[in-house]
C-alpha cells in the first residue's frame, strides 16, 4: 500500500511577525508539558490570541495527533462550544449523544494540544466542557485565552503583560521595536525618531493592538502628530484629573481615536459591520450596510486602517473592534434595524439555497451553509417565527447539524401553537431531524400531526414529506411492511403535489431499503433506477448518492459484486464531498463488505479501519443497528478468518491512521482503488 498521510493541525499562517515575546512563548511550553490546562490571562488586546497560536505552531511535532485551534469570538450560545470544537476536529453532529461525552471519547485516547480562543464570554460553557474532557483525556492538552481563569482544578494561569517600555533606555524595548517594524513595513522610507517612538508606545501601555493601530496611522500623521492626537483624548477621558487611564481603557481609547481619524461613511460602515457574527464577503455587506446614507462602501479603507482582517474575498472584525462598532450601532439607534437586514439577508439566501438544493447548486450551498454557520446562528438567535429555521431543513436534516436545528425548531413550535402552513412544515422538518437523532418516538408523533395538517390544509407536497418520515421510521423500528406502503403512499403525494419536491426520491429510497431488506433485490434495483435518473435529470447529488447506497446493497443480495463496489465508491465520493461524514462511514464499510465478498480480506480489514476512523469523526463509536448497513461485525469476522487476527489487526491499524480525504480520493480513482 502507499505511504498515507493525515491532516494534523489547522494552524493558521501568521501574516506578520511575533515581537518580543520569546520568554512568554518559552514559559507557555513549559507549563503546557506540566498542565493540562494552560489559561492565557490579560486586557484584549494584549497578544493572548497570537501567542496562543504561536506556541500550537511550536508544539505542533509534539502532539501526535495534532494541534488545534477553536476560534469562539464568533460564537454566542454556550451550548454550542462542544459543536465549535466538534467541527475544528472534523467530528460532524449526526449522533443524539451529548457532545461533552462525544468529545471525551474521541479524545480519549489522543495526544492532541487544543487552543481554545476567545473564551472571556463563554467561561462557565468552556470550564464545564473542559472538566469532562480532561478528565476522560489524559493526553490532551489545553491552552485557553481569556480576560479572566476558567477556575479549573490544575489550571496554570500565565498573565500576559503588555510589552515593556521603560522609562530609560526604552529605544530598543520590544514596543519601540514592533511600532518600527509595523510602521515601516507601511512606509519603507520613513524617519523615526525613537524616543518619539518610546513616548507614544508608553502611552499606550505597550498593549500591541494598541500600537500597532498607531503605526496604521503614519501614512497621514507624523509620531508627533500622533501623540498630540492621543493626548487630547486622553485628557477628554480622563475628565482632565490627571489620573492614568486603566490599561483595558487605554485599548479603548486607542480604538476609539481610530474611528475618529476614520472618515465619516468608514465610522458608519464600521458600526454596521459590527452585525456580523462570522466571516462575511462584499455581497453581504452591500445587502445589509449600504443604503442613501452608505451609498457606497468602503471595505478596502477599513482593512487598511486594520479595522477589517481580510482573507481573500472574506472580511471579519477582531472582537475588540466589534464590541465597539456595536456600541456605535446602539448610539446611532440602528442597532434593531441592523438586526432586522441582517435576519431578512440570511432569510434570503436560506430560501435561495432551499429552492436551489434539489439541483447542481448543492455543493456550493453546502459550503456556503458551514462557512455562515455563526451568522446563521445570530440570525436565528433574533428570529421568532418559522420561515428561516425550516428553509435551513437541508443544513439540520442533510448536512448533520440535528441538535441545533431541533432547539430552534422546538422553540418556534412551542411559542407558535396556532395552525398554519408554515407550523406544518416545521413540523416535518422536526420529524426528519428527530429521526437523524435517533429519537423515533418524537419522529413519528410530529410526522402524523404534520400530515393530518398537511392534508387539511390541501397540501399535498407537506403531506409526502410527513408520510416519508412516517415510513423511514417504520424502516428504522423493523415494520417493512409499513415502511413500504408508507413510502409509496408519500411517492404518490409528491407526484400528485403541484411542484416537484426533493422528498420524491427521498420516498424512492425508503421504499428500495424495503424491498431490499425483504430479499426483494430486484424490486429495489427497479425503484432505485427510477429514482437516479429522476436525480441525474435534476443535477441532484444528496439523494443520488444515498440512492447508490442502497443499489450497492441490493446489488450485492443479487451477488453483482462489481456493481456493488461501483455504487458504494459513488455514494462515498458524494457523501464526503457535502460533508456527511456518517453516510461516507457507511458507505465505506459497504465497501468493506463487498471486499470480503470477493474475498480481499486486508483490503476489507483497510477499509473498516478507513471507516471506524470515520465513525469516530462523526461522533458515534460504531455504527447502530440500520436498515442501510450489513453488521458491521459480519464484515469483520468474515475478513479474520480470510486472512488471519495478525494481518487482520496489521491492515485495519493501517486504516485507521490513512488521511480520509486522500483515502476518499484514491477510493474515487479506479487506479489508486486498486492499489489500496
Not at 323 to 351: F, S
Not at 367 to 396: I, N, S
Amino acid at each position: 500500500m502507499a505511504e498515507t498521510r493525515i491532516r494534523r493541525d489547522n494552524v493558521p499562517a501568521e501574516t506578520s511577525s511575533l515581537v518580543g515575546r520569546e520568554e512568554e512563548l518559552d514559559e507557555i511550553a513549559v507549563l503546557i508539558g506540566q498542565s493540562p490546562l494552560v489559561t492565557l490571562t490579560g486586557v484584549a488586546g494584549v497578544g493572548k490570541s497570537r501567542l496562543a497560536v504561536r506556541t500550537a505552531e511550536r508544539l505542533r511535532d509534539s502532539f501526535s495527533d495534532g494541534v488545534w485551534v477553536v476560534e469562539l469570538s464568533a460564537e454566542q450560545n454556550g451550548n454550542l462550544v462542544g459543536h465549535d470544537i466538534a467541527a475544528v476536529l472534523g467530528l460532524r453532529e449526526q449522533a443524539a449523544r451529548p457532545q461533552a461525552e462525544v468529545l471525551a471519547d474521541f479524545l480519549a485516547d489522543r495526544r492532541l494540544l487544543l487552543v481554545l480562543d476567545t473564551c472571556d464570554h463563554l467561561i462557565d460553557a468552556c470550564a464545564a466542557l473542559l472538566r469532562r474532557i480532561l478528565s476522560d483525556a489524559p493526553h490532551t492538552r489545553v491552552i485557553a485565552t481569556s480576560r479572566r481563569p476558567l477556575g479549573l482544578p490544575g489550571e496554570r494561569l500565565m498573565p500576559i503583560e503588555p510589552l515593556a517600555v521603560p522609562e530609560e533606555d526604552a529605544t530598543g524595548s520590544a514596543a519601540v521595536r514592533l511600532f518600527t517594524e509595523r510602521a515601516r513595513a507601511l512606509v519603507p522610507d520613513i524617519t523615526l525618531d525613537p524616543m518619539e517612538v518610546a513616548d507614544l508606545c508608553r502611552r499606550l501601555d505597550g498593549i500591541p493592538l494598541a500600537i500597532e493601530l498607531a503605526a496604521r496611522r503614519l501614512r497621514a500623521l507624523s509620531v508627533r502628530q500622533v501623540i498630540e492626537r492621543l493626548d487630547d483624548r486622553f485628557t477628554l477621558l480622563a475628565g482632565g484629573s490627571g489620573i492614568p487611564l486603566g490599561r483595558h481603557q487605554t485599548l479603548r481609547t486607542a480604538v476609539g481615536w481610530s474611528h475618529e481619524l476614520c472618515t465619516a461613511a468608514e465610522r458608519l460602515l464600521w458600526a454596521r459591520l459590527s452585525v456580523f457574527a462570522g466571516w462575511f464577503d462584499a455581497d453581504d455587506a452591500w445587502a445589509v450596510c449600504a443604503d442613501g446614507r452608505l451609498p457606497a462602501l468602503p471595505l478596502a479603507q477599513l482593512v487598511d486602517k486594520s479595522i477589517l482582517v481580510a482573507e481573500g474575498s472574506r472580511y471579519r472584525m477582531l472582537d475588540t473592534i466589534r464590541d465597539y462598532g456595536r456600541q456605535w450601532l446602539c448610539r446611532l439607534g440602528e442597532e434593531e434595524r441592523l438586526a432586522g437586514l441582517h435576519r431578512g439577508h440570511y432569510l434570503a439566501r436560506a430560501r435561495r439555497a432551499e429552492a436551489e438544493w434539489y439541483g447542481p447548486r448543492q455543493p456550493q450551498w453546502a459550503d456556503w451553509a458551514r462557512r455562515v454557520m455563526p451568522d446563521l446562528e445570530a440570525a436565528l438567535d433574533h428570529d421568532d417565527g418559522f420561515e428561516l429555521v425550516t428553509a435551513l431543513w437541508f443544513v439540520w436534516c442533510c448536512l448533520g447539524r440535528v441538535r441545533l436545528g431541533r432547539r430552534h425548531l422546538e422553540r418556534v413550535l412551542n411559542r407558535h401553537a396556532a395552525p398554519g402552513p408554515a407550523r406544518t412544515k416545521a413540523l416535518w422538518v422536526y420529524a426528519w431531524a428527530a429521526l437523524a437523532a435517533g429519537d423515533t418516538a418524537a419522529a413519528r408523533d410530529r410526522a402524523g400531526e404534520a400530515y393530518e395538517a398537511a392534508m387539511a390544509e390541501g397540501d399535498l407536497a407537506a403531506a409526502g414529506c410527513a408520510r416519508q418520515n412516517a415510513a423511514a421510521t417504520a424502516l428504522v423500528l423493523g415494520d417493512l411492511d409499513e415502511a413500504a406502503r408508507l413510502a409509496v403512499e408519500s411517492a404518490g403525494l409528491f407526484e400528485r403535489a403541484a411542484h416537484v419536491h426533493i422528498g420524491l426520491p427521498v420516498a424512492e429510497i425508503t421504499l428500495a431499503t424495503a424491498h431490499s431488506l425483504r430479499g426483494e433485490f430486484d424490486l429495489a434495483v427497479e425503484v432505485l433506477m427510477r429514482q437516479w435518473a429522476r436525480c441525474v435529470e435534476r443535477g441532484e447529488l444528496w439523494a443520488r448518492s444515498s440512492g447508490d447506497h442502497v443499489r450497492s446493497l441490493a446489488e450485492l443480495g443479487r451477488g453483482e459484486h462489481d456493481a456493488a463496489e461501483a455504487y458504494a465508491r459513488a455514494a462515498l465520493g458524494v457523501k464526503w464531498r457535502l460533508g456527511d461524514v456518517v453516510g461516507a462511514a457507511m458507505a465505506m464499510d459497504q465497501l468493506a463488505a463487498t471486499a470480503v465478498a470477493r474475498g480481499d480480506g486486508r483490503r476489507a480489514a483497510r477499509l473498516l479501519g478507513a471507516a471506524w476512523r470515520m465513525w469516530t469523526t462523526s461522533g458515534l463509536p460504531g455504527p447502530e443497528p440500520s436498515p442501510y448497513l450489513i453488521p458491521r461485525a459480519r464484515t469483520e469476522g468474515r475478513a479474520r478468518a480470510l486472512v488471519g487476527d495478525t494481518a487482520y489487526e496489521h491492515a485495519f491499524d493501517q486504516g485507521t491512521i490513512m488521511d480520509l480525504d486522500v483515502t476518499v480520493a484514491r477510493i474515487r480513482d479506479t487506479e489508486g482503488f486498486d492499489h489500496l
